[in-house]
Nanobody, 114 residues
Framework: VQLQASGGGLVQAGGSLRLSCAAS????????MGWYRQAPGKERELVSTITSGGRTNHADSVKGRFTISRDNAKNTVYLQMDSLKPEDTAVYYCAADCGPLRSWGQGTQVTVSS
């Protein structure tokens, strides 16, 4: 499956952004979809995931601020990011798991200014 991420940008601390990840095909069969991020000089880390059944998981650093959701009719997963902090600055990647295979999107830059 091909994934197209969008929605990144520059925002002030405390602001909000919504990322979108559009899949090239029906996402119902994808076990897990999620968002990861990689800041300069750091390893890629998990941000949020959502299963085909709608169960969500968030990293402790974003709990209460980020919300992941999926629209199966639009083959799209969203990441609503509120109360953004400078430490949220990173390239955000969407990913999709289908069995043992993981597909990655191209990444979208999120920059939060203080």
């Amino acid at each position: 499956v091909q994934l197209q991420a969008s929605g990144g940008g520059l925002v002030q601390a405390g602001g909000s952004l919504r990322l979108s990840c559009a899949a090239s095909r029906n996402i119902i069969s994808l076990n897990v979809m999620g968002w990861y991020r990689q800041a300069p000089g750091k390893e890629r880390e998990l941000v949020s995931t959502i299963t085909s059944g709608g169960r969500t998981n968030h990293a402790d650093s974003v709990k209460g601020r980020f919300t992941i959701s999926r629209d199966n009719a639009k083959n799209t997963v969203y990441l609503q990011m509120d109360s953004l902090k400078p430490e949220d600055t990173a390239v955000y990647y969407c990913a999709a798991d289908c069995g043992p295979l993981r597909s990655w999107g191209q990444g979208t830059q999120v920059t939060v200014s203080s």
